[in-house]
């Protein structure tokens, strides 16, 4: 059963980043990744639908202010 305990993030991660906005086959290599969220997080996949504008458009502060957008 150990093949599959992956399986349930990998599912999750892919469908969020596709109703992101990310290609389906760059959703696909990012979810599938064995790096946890911290390094995922540096991927291209998630840097796009991830960005800065996106948590500005939810209303979030900057954690620094003298960083532009």
């Given at each position: 059963?150990?093949?599959?305990?992956?399986?349930?993030?990998?599912?999750?991660?892919?469908?969020?980043?596709?109703r992101l906005g990310v290609e389906?086959?760059?959703?696909?290599?990012?979810?599938?990744?064995?790096?946890?969220?911290?390094?995922?997080?540096?991927?291209?996949?998630?840097?796009?639908?991830?960005?800065?504008?996106?948590?500005?458009?939810?209303?979030?502060p900057r954690l620094d202010p003298r960083a532009s957008i």
């Amino acid at each position: 059963m150990e093949a599959m305990e992956g399986v349930p993030v990998y599912r999750r991660r892919k469908a969020e980043l596709i109703r992101l906005g990310v290609e389906p086959e760059l959703a696909h290599r990012t979810a599938w990744s064995a790096q946890g969220p911290w390094r995922i997080s540096h991927t291209l996949g998630v840097r796009m639908v991830l960005s800065n504008g996106y948590f500005a458009a939810m209303g979030l502060p900057r954690l620094d202010p003298r960083a532009s957008i």
